[in-house]
């Protein structure tokens, strides 16, 4: 009798290439599906071309148009016209400008139930609200996945989230995964699976449950799931992909390693007060505050259900006058369906910025809030300064909290007036006009060139990692520094097809002479280390947090701890990923000391650990639980080296 499985072990079990969950720390999965978007895809795109494979070798690659939509300057345009290029002569589908944000148009149009599928993008797990393993990666893992390679996780461990009863009326997921979050919070999740289950799922339709799974990437989870059911099947057959369907459901008796319960009926109105999406207050606990700003929209709360909600809140009024407000829908079939049911026109005369289908806000591309401003937004991060205002304060907050307080320019509960629930539509309008190379998906077009421009440059590789060297400590950071802080984005991002350009930035907002430092201990023979504290690298899955620190000569981070993605990253680019084995030698250090990290790669091929004595005359030591297969990776100086 075979034994009872979780919706996770169940879609992990078909996809499996390398190691046996009951004994390996480590699996190799196959990848069905990929997608980019065009702040990480041209160097995924860069990475995947040296690997010289002459076309993609998943079932459906896609690059989609989203967050630097915004055209001021060259590098941006020039940029797009790569991507579409690319995905030209390789087999890829590509989304262009305009046309929606990668994962709500992923949902709508390509996600399909027990498929796996990478995205250069941490908030790929949305997919998981159909039954789909969708996973946040580097852009080098995305570039081995559309080469036929396996992706690699941790063997996950995996807790059930038990939802039971129904939502009131003005509270909705965004309400519940801010309930997880307050539970897990931001740090200590690496290496597990949230799996949604019990009565209180079928409460839910599947936009609500793309948001509970695209959020649940700020607990530092590997993925979220939830089961594929009639209500998935319901989605899909609107979206006209009824044969896309497949059911997904845990076996009785599955069993898991932990259990959390909540009460739906009793989740109240959240809201994650600055600078953290685990920094959870309850809206009654800021009820009257004073807003300047509300942005709604994002790839968590942009769907049809979410703007038709907040169109309703504002049916036959008018938002403060001192309150600015924003909209950014998540696909143009959404601003269709708004157009066709009058939805766009009450926003419209209620006083709503209506923005282009497109990331912006949400990366500080679009719409930064004044000096000092309170900002409620309905996206999944509120990093001090991710918002392209350092002095804001933004609180990430439901669409119904977002439409109740525009009303009156201040928080207000939106349990007070309720709006009826949006029923969900029984079927989508269709068109997939700004979707290119469908025809050749998986083929490519014979003779098509790449375009370039010239702030395209050639791709780094790392070299193989040494017996000992001469190192500094060129920063010293705290807790819960984000690829924000490595790497910030922004009016940066378009540096991104550029590494020696966008190297000059890295650390910016922690240590703006970062760069100049690295680069004068580079010229004096010596590698750098990155000194940090607890959850260093949470936030977005730009793998540019590792390989411009690689291109400035970092050979090792010294972390508390690190998160899943961007260790994984360090990794790819040949950066020991080291935490403290007593984290209390964290505080031994100090910023510029000198050191010799002495027999770093015997540390490497063999336990992982490696002393390092300090000019006090102490000394710290530090581990890296490494696989065989990352030990290759270090050892060669990342994928790429070890692929030449």
């Not at 087999?91 to 498929?115: D, M, W």
């Not at 000569?553 to 690190?562: E, L, P």
Request: one cysteine or more; charged letters at 20%; aromatic letters at 6%.
């Amino acid at each position: 009798m075979k034994k009872p499985m979780n919706v996770v072990e169940k879609i992990l079990a078909a996809h499996l290439v390398e190691g046996d969950p009951a004994t390996d720390a480590e699996l190799g999965i196959r990848i069905d599906q990929t997608l980019t978007q065009d702040a990480t895809g041209t160097m995924a795109y860069l990475q995947f071309e040296s690997m010289n494979v002459p076309r993609v070798k998943t079932d459906v690659s896609v690059s989609y148009v989203d967050h630097n939509t915004v055209q001021i300057g060259f590098e941006n345009a020039d940029d797009h016209d790569f991507l579409q290029s690319i995905a030209k002569k390789y087999g890829i589908v590509y989304s262009k400008a305009g046309n929606g944000i990668c994962h709500q148009l992923h949902l709508e149009r390509f996600g399909k139930p027990g498929t796996t599928l990478l995205g250069s993008d941490s908030h790929t797990p949305t997919g998981g609200g159909i039954g789909q393993i969708a996973i946040g990666a580097g852009g080098i893992d995305i570039a081995v996945a559309m080469a036929g390679g396996a992706f690699h996780i941790p063997t996950p461990k995996v807790r059930a989230i038990v939802l039971k009863g129904r939502l009131r009326k003005g509270v909705s997921a965004k309400d519940v995964i801010l309930k997880v979050l307050e539970k897990y919070g931001t740090k200590g999740n690496v290496g597990w699976i949230f799996e949604y289950t019990g009565p209180g799922v079928a409460t839910l339709d599947v936009p609500s449950r793309a948001t509970i799974t695209n959020m649940g990437a700020e607990l530092g989870v590997t993925t979220s799931v939830f089961p594929s059911d009639k209500i998935t099947k319901q989605f899909l057959s609107a979206q006209g992909r009824a044969a896309d369907f497949k059911a997904i459901a845990p076996d009785n008796g599955a069993k898991y390693d932990d259990t959390f319960t909540i009460d739906l009926s009793k989740v109240e109105p959240l809201m994650a007060a600055p600078h953290s999406p685990g920094n959870i207050v309850t809206v009654k606990s800021l009820k009257g505050k004073k807003v300047n700003q509300i942005m709604i929209g994002s790839c968590t709360n942009s769907s049809y259900r979410d703007i038709r909600t907040v169109a309703l809140y504002l049916k036959g009024k008018h938002v403060a006058d001192d309150v600015e407000v924003g909209i950014a829908c998540g696909s143009r079939q959404v601003v269709e369906m708004l157009a066709k049911d009058g939805s766009l026109a009450i926003l419209h005369k209620a006083g709503c910025r209506m923005l282009e289908n497109a990331c912006g806000f949400c990366i500080g591309a679009h719409m930064s809030p004044r000096t000092g401003a309170v900002s409620l937004r309905t996206n999944n991060r509120n990093f001090e300064g991710r918002s392209g205002t350092k002095s804001a304060g933004i609180y990430l907050v439901s669409p119904e909290t977002a439409a109740a307080s525009a009303l009156t320019g201040k928080v207000e509960l939106p349990t007070r007036n309720p709006v009826a629930a949006v029923p969900a539509p029984k079927k989508f309008p269709v068109d997939d006009g700004m979707f290119l190379y469908r025809k050749s998906a998986g083929k490519g077009v014979k003779g098509s060139e790449i375009v370039r421009g010239p702030n395209i440059a050639k791709v780094p590789s790392g070299e193989k990692l040494a017996e000992s060297y001469k190192a500094v400590f060129a920063i010293k950071v705290g807790d819960k520094i984000t690829t924000d802080h490595i790497m910030p984005a922004g009016a940066r991002l378009k540096f991104r097809s550029n590494i020696p350009e966008y190297a000059k930035f890295v650390f910016e907002p922690c240590d703006p002479a970062f760069h100049d430092k690295c680069l004068a201990a580079r010229e004096a023979g010596a590698v750098n280390v990155i000194v940090a504290g607890e959850s260093y690298g949470q936030g977005s899955s730009r793998e540019h947090a590792a390989l411009c620190p690689m291109y400035l000569g970092v050979k090792a981070v010294f972390a508390k701890s690190i998160e899943r993605i961007h260790r994984a990253n360090l990794i790819n680019f040949g950066i020991v990923p080291f935490e403290f084995v007593n984290s209390a030698d964290y505080d031994k250090i100090s910023a510029g000391e000198k050191v010799t990290l002495k027999g770093i790669r015997a540390a490497v091929e063999g336990d992982g650990v490696l002393e390092v004595a300090l000019p006090g005359g102490s000394s710290v030591k530090v581990a890296a639980r490494l696989s065989a297969r990352e030990k290759h990776l270090l050892l060669s100086g990342g994928l790429l080296a070890s692929l030449a």
